[in-house]
């Protein structure tokens, strides 16, 4: 027997309740990871079945995810997987260097002892798995440690910018096509394995920094992160070539 959807379009299914809100998380949380890739059909049915769940939280979290600019419905194709354009990938980058450093400043003044555990808990992790080449686990543990950050800001409305800032930012580095050789004389691109060691010793100065209160200094390193991060984009664009269409797989992308 299907799910039973009640009037709060939270699903019940194997005597657990799906709400749309969980939904919405999910297909996020693929759409970031590539696994439904930009120009990709997203149908209901498809969707329903997938997450185990009815149409009509299917249907509002599509919505939701529209109103965040991951999804667009196309005439004639429904629902569809968005796609960045340069210039919104440019804007979205641009805003996190804005905002991230006053995030981290805040932090620095409003942090708690709990907040910092996590923190530090976090980049030990972090260094740890770095240093041993684990990059496929460190995903996670970045997203951890700034939605932490965030959230020691102790401003709700700021932590929320910037964690949903962070999920876009994934989505656009995810879209950008792998990187190719580099022009003869340009600009190398950084070896992963050796700016994850870098990035993830960036994060344990910035936690000090934020335990210290120094909220100059930990504003100053998110600012030096983030223009990292900007560069290492920059990077990943890909070299003028003649242009090609590439056909648009259906909800399968990459695992």
């Known amino acids: 027997m299907g799910p039973e959807v009640s009037g709060d379009t939270t699903a019940v299914q194997g005597g657990r309740r799906i709400s749309a809100h969980a939904v919405c998380t999910a297909i996020r949380d693929d759409i970031v990871s590539g696994t439904y890739q930009p120009g990709s059909r997203l149908t209901e049915e498809l969707l329903a079945r997938r997450y185990g769940v009815s149409r009509v939280p299917v249907r509002e979290a599509l919505r939701t995810l529209e109103s965040e600019g991951f999804v667009t419905t196309r005439r004639h194709a429904g629902a569809c997987v968005a796609q960045p354009s340069e210039r919104e990938a440019a804007d979205l980058l641009d805003i996190r260097a804005l905002l991230e450093p006053l995030g981290a400043a805040r932090a620095a003044q409003r942090r708690t002892e709990a907040h910092l555990k996590v923190l530090r808990g976090l980049v030990r992790l972090g260094r740890e798995r770095a240093q041993h080449g684990r990059l496929g686990e460190l995903r996670p543990l970045g997203d951890w440690f700034h939605e932490t950050l965030a959230q020691a800001s102790g401003s709700p409305s700021l932590a929320a910018m910037l964690v949903q800032l962070r999920r876009k930012t994934a989505w656009v580095y995810a879209a950008v096509p792998a990187p190719q050789p580099a ?13 994850a060691v870098e990035s993830w010793a960036e994060h344990g100065a910035l936690v000090d920094a934020v335990a210290r209160g120094d909220a100059d200094r930990a504003r100053a390193l998110a600012a030096a992160h983030t223009e990292r991060a900007l560069a290492e984009y920059r990077l990943r664009r890909p070299l003028p070539v003649s242009a090609s269409k590439h056909s648009v797989n259906t909800a399968s992308g990459r695992n």
Request: glycine fraction near 16%; aromatic fraction near 0%; charge should be positive.
């Open 183 to 195: 022009r003869p004389g340009g600009a190398r691109r950084p070896d992963p394995a050796a700016r």
